[in-house]
């Protein structure tokens, strides 16, 4: 069977040179014992997943030492060959408006490298302080923010292949663990205690809507072990926005998994 890529033929000139494929490739993680091929998508478990790739190629140990993943992004990409050669390949989707919801909180109100990259990215005309979700999200209209961080990139922009063996949602996560195990032996390991991604300490609320609410008061929030729910976050207008800028990744999400696990149908 042949693996067809998906940004390959878009572009005439040496595939070394395209840019959506090699950002793509850069993406797309060995498995070396299982020939397998990982797309991986910022904020799509991606931290679990390659902590558990990292133990499953043999260069960490131990759980304890996921941090090796931060220097190591690349490390296991694969070249051409690997990726036409692959015996098994699979990556994982998120609902579009839960994993922009998860960066901002994560991303831009902890204030983090991240952060001052979007504060660059819009011409340091806006002080961090003053980036409400509303704010947020409505620069994503931007295809140059848009594209500006991986934390937030489209998530078709990762994806190597037209087609892959298995797709799977982030919001049904317990089936990408039991499906890795059966078919390429992969012991997925949950990192979210580790890498401090996860909300599971905190109790979510909902009890109002949150869209202008400033970074400060979050933080504040999170230190009485509050955070806002994802869906808390939106207005009538910022879904709109992201059902415009995010078309491509809701139609496919859309087309693999329904609207059940969409915030917004």
Request: glycine fraction near 4%; include cysteine; charged fraction near 25%.
């Amino acid at each position: 069977m042949i693996r067809y890529f998906r940004y390959s033929s878009a572009n005439n000139n040496p595939l070394a040179n395209n840019p959506r494929h090699k950002l793509a490739n850069s993406h797309a993680l060995n498995i070396y014992l299982a020939d397998a091929i990982y797309s991986f998508i910022p904020k799509n478990a991606c931290s679990t997943m390659r902590t558990s790739i990292a133990l499953a190629n043999g260069c960490i140990k131990d759980p304890s030492q996921f941090n090796w993943i931060h220097k190591n992004n690349f490390t296991f990409s694969a070249n051409l060959s690997e990726l036409l050669k692959a015996k098994y390949t699979f990556t994982i989707l998120r609902c579009p408006y839960s994993r922009l919801a998860s960066a901002y909180l994560d991303k831009i109100v902890n204030r983090d490298n991240v952060a001052w990259g979007y504060y660059e990215l819009r011409g340091r005309k806006v002080d961090l302080e003053d980036v409400s979700f509303s704010s947020f999200v409505k620069s994503m209209a931007e295809p140059r923010i848009r594209a500006g961080n991986p934390h937030w990139r489209p998530q078709v922009d990762f994806l190597v292949y037209e087609n892959y063996d298995d797709i799977f949602a982030m919001e049904n996560f317990s089936q990408v663990a039991s499906t890795l195990k059966n078919k390429i032996n992969l012991e997925v390991v949950d990192a979210r205690k580790l890498t401090n991604h996860g909300v599971d300490s905190l109790t979510l609320i909902g009890d109002k809507n949150y869209s202008d609410t400033k970074p400060l008061e979050f933080l504040k929030m999170k230190a009485k072990g509050k955070y806002p729910t994802a869906k808390a976050l939106y207005s009538p207008e910022l879904v709109k926005v992201v059902n415009s800028a995010f078309k491509a990744d809701l139609d496919l999400y859309k087309r693999m998994f329904g609207t059940d696990n969409l915030l917004f149908k």
